[in-house]
């Protein structure tokens, strides 16, 4: 026989060999994190970049949560409603110290910054307080007064888990757990700490984060190329101009092509984007101009008659938080309508202390109160000139994005700088930074291939560092611009210390009074002391002559630093060669491998070795480690001194902002899974609530029916009346606030009462049609036996008339008497085909046809029969003597049962058996054998030019796979049932 491998066997593993593939190909997200909307785009295997829509199907989510007061206290464990997007906005004029606006602009901050004053102060309801430990902002809610204060990340958090819900709704049963999130150039170490934070909280794991410049940048290359460097080409420079709600922020960016090594002997061109610099306003945006039309509002209102004669004062509005969210939803619907038209007005009822408000505003005037901000903005843009050293002619074009930069003033004023025809309109002003950030995840992700586009996110801020030298003295020195790139090589920075130390780095943010260090990390070296005196002890160095090395860089996902190497260096005598062969080379000195940046010299700084003296700080640009290295590694015999390398073994630790401990994250993460927990009971409830409901409306139905009517008692009616309109009563009453429990017992008592009803309607219409089937069956089995009884008794009768006749044929007498000897029942082995050949022969010549069958035979579906119809006869009586509303004795699952008996066991008798030289070879075919005879194998197509499959694809291999397997399994089971 063939080796015994069930094709059931091969299928599993190449089912397990899929889904840990599918396992990997995983949906990736990009998220646009606005001050005022949040969106999301999502990559799946066969789908292509596509938006994530809201619950309510819009392209973008309002980046506000909201809390709604219960009515009733909540039982503990359990936490408020929760809205998102539009519908948490539209409860802030109901419930403003519940409804969390435009939280990214808090994020990271202390609660003492002026910015976070700002905006408490335009959220007078909103009860702001400092996180214990940390010094960040969180809320007190009072729709969850129990509970600790909810610090901004976890608020944040809410909103991005309900966007990856919405986004596992869009990609299907995936759960989406990848993300690059856009941040604005701004954010300091700390901010951006606080979006992972944010993410880390709802599982979500950040691939990336990405400035919002470069996003729309990375969009913008998609479908474009640019002119190749290396054949002639010349860059082109962009800037993309992005005013927001919140922020406006401009970045200049430098694409071009480049010509490189493929694979083989094969040139690629690729494409790259660089970021050249950044400039920003973090408070001038939408929001700003919305509030110079909140405080001239204020100002006409406290002037109106009206207000005047209530004694309002504009201090009494602006601390309260209805009118005060009144007022700025308006105010920013008066500015979109001043977009498109020369004025706008609006009007309020009872805007506060019960006096009405009319209020009108012609673009005009709005534009004279923005002046300053139009001003700001130049500025902005003049910095990321500067940073990138360009000037504004040398622009290709300025894109454009952000809600804010759709303003007149705004588009005018960018003109005016630029010059006519720079504008780029043709560019998804909305869109295009979720789209790059999707883009950029999807790069990120093993799972997709997508055209390559190389990006170097800039520095943004200056960075330096700061450790005590080995003479006690406090040294500084700088290691980033805010030019400098992520992507570029690793800085080589040499210490004299030989001793454990630390080394502190900063950042140096601009304040008003210059610039201020706010510390990110520290990094500790652990045995650096033990590490010199074996360099000493063992390769004979002399202490002065060792020297320690950071090999430094930025993170490419967040800008953090990064230590790429660290080690202690000396050269070592030739004599100690022989202990040294182990050591030397330990470090791929040399090898540049992927991470060169642009590197047409610019930010190239591979070769750039900085030497930090006892005394002074000084740097000089040396020869590289690379050629040193590997010259004492090929001339072996030769030098008499080798270079010689030890590991040095650190620690970091985050500076600034305190990181949430390690419990503290635990906690938040539960109580945010304890509010989905509630959430989801609540659905439960409002579900069952539901059913409840609609059931009492049914059992009304059903007393009306005929049917009913006619099955039941009327003492069973009246109960179950009763019943019904007691639970209607108690749902609108007590009930209302049941929990999910109570409401499902009220249910099933309703149901236990309906059911034994309704199953007497529909016993009593199936039944008559199911007693024909089984009576015809019986007919069936009943002529079936007579049949093979008379042919028994005729052979009988032919064969004593033979013997009578005194001759006998051995051949016909032996296949009817061989037949009887088999053990009875066994039929399955009768060989039949054999028996009618015989058989055949014995017709033409020797009488009637022999039966297949002895009496012995038959015995066992005889009494089948037998018993089957006494039963049936007896229930019939049983039942008809029962009135309409008695519950049934002879029941449809019971004659349903007896039929298929019979049916069987009459199948059985009928069949023959063929079956098992022709399921062999089925099977053997089903799985191919390899070419040594042992191995079988399954072909499997993947997609066209050998690409990874799409897990659509996937699913339909596995889908087609399991369908021929079923009908294999199908025909065999028929076969084994035969
Ligand atoms: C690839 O590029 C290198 C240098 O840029 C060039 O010398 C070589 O001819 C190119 N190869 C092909 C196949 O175009
Ligand atoms: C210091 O630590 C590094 C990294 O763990 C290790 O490779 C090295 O051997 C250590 N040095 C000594 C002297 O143990
Ligand atoms: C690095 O070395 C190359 C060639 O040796 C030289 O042209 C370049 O100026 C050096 N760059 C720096 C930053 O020292």
Known sequence: ?????????????????????????????????????????????????????????????????????????????SYPERAYGSDAVALAARFPGDVYPNLKTLLGLPLGDSIVEEYAARHPSLQLEATKDRGTVAFKSKATEEEEAWMVEELLAMELQSIQRNAEALAGSDSVRSVVVTVPPFYTTDEKRAVELACELVGLKVLSLISDGLAVGLNYATSRTFPTVNEGGKPEYHMVFDMGAGSTKATILKFQGRTVKDTGKFNKTIQEIQVLGHGWDRTLGGDAFNYLIVDDMISKFVESPAAKKASVTAEGVRGHGRAMAKLLKEAERLRHILSANVDAAGSFEGLYEDVDFRYKVSRADFEKAAESHAERLGVVVQKALGVAELDIAQ??????????????????????????????????????????AGFRAAEL?????????????????????????????????RLWTERSLLS???????????????????????????????????????????????????????????????????????????????????????????????????????????????ADGEESSENETTTTDASTTSSTVSAATPSSSSESAESAEAPKKRLVAIPVDYSTEKLGTPILSKADLTKGKDRLKAFETSDKARRLREETLNQLEGFTYKVRDLLDSDAFVAASTSKERAKLEKKASDASDWVYGDGADAPQKELKLRLKTLKDLVAPIQKRIDESSKRPELINALKGSLNQTNTWIQTIKDQIHEAEAYASSVS??????????????????????????????????????????????????????????????????????????????????????LLVKEITEKTKKLEKAGFKKNSSSKKSSKSKTKTKSATKTGKDGSQPTIDLNFGENGEMPSSEEIEEMIKRMAQEQNSKDETSKKHDEL
Request: proline content about 5%; hydrophobic content about 35%.
């Open 488 to 598: 570029a090589a690793p800085k080589e920075v040499t210490f004299t210390n030989r001793e454990d130390f630390s080394v502190r780095f900063f950042q140096q943010v601009p304040s008003t009074e210059g610039f201020v260090e706010k510390e990110t990390k520290e990094i500790k070296t652990k045995n650096l002391t033990a590490t010199v005196a074996s360099l000493v002890e063992k390769y004979g160095c002399s202490e002065a002559d060792i020297q320690f090395k950071l090999q430094l860089k930025l993170a490419t996902e967040n800008g953090e630093v990064q230590v790429a190497k660290s080690f202690v260096e000396c050269e070592a005598e030739a004599e100690k060669e022989g202990i040294m062969d182990g050591v030397k080379n330990l470090f791929g000195f040399g090898k540049n491998k992927d991470q060169k940046p642009l």
């Open 804 to 889: 009578a006749s005194a001759t006998s044929s051995t051949e016909a007498a032996s296949s009817v008497t061989e037949a009887p000897s088999q053990e009875a029942g066994d039929f399955g082995d009768l060989e039949d085909e054999q028996a009618t050949t015989s058989t055949t022969t014995a017709v033409e010549d020797y009488g009637p046809a022999p039966p297949l069958y002895t009496l012995e035979d038959m015995k066992e579906l005889t009494e089948l029969y037998d018993s089957i119809m006494s039963w049936l006869e007896e229930k019939i009586a049983q039942q008809d003597k029962l009135p309409e509303t008695a519950d049934p004795v």
């Open 445 to 477: 992700s093993p799972s997709f291939r997508v055209k390559e586009i190389r990006v170097s996110e800039g520095a943004a801020y200056g960075a330096g560092m700061k450790w005590t030298n080995s003479n006690s003295k406090l040294q500084q020195q």
């Open 1 to 77: 026989m063939a080796p015994t491998f069930s094709p059931r066997s091969i299928l599993l593993s190449a089912l397990l060999l899929f889904s840990t593939n599918v396992l990997a190909i995983s949906a990736v997200l990009g998220v646009d994190l606005g001050t005022e909307y949040i969106k999301a785009s999502l990559v799946k295997p066969g789908i292509p970049l596509d938006i994530v829509l809201t619950k309510d199907s819009r392209r973008k989510e309002a980046a506000t949560v909201a809390f709604k007061p219960s009515q009733h206290a909540l039982q503990s464990g």
């Open 395 to 436: 622009l290709d074009s300025i894109i454009l994005h952000g809600g804010a930069s759709r303003t007149p003033f705004v588009q005018k004023q960018l003109e005016d700088f630029a010059g006519g025809d720079k504008l780029r309109s043709n560019v998804n002003s909305d869109e295009a930074a979720v789209f790059g």
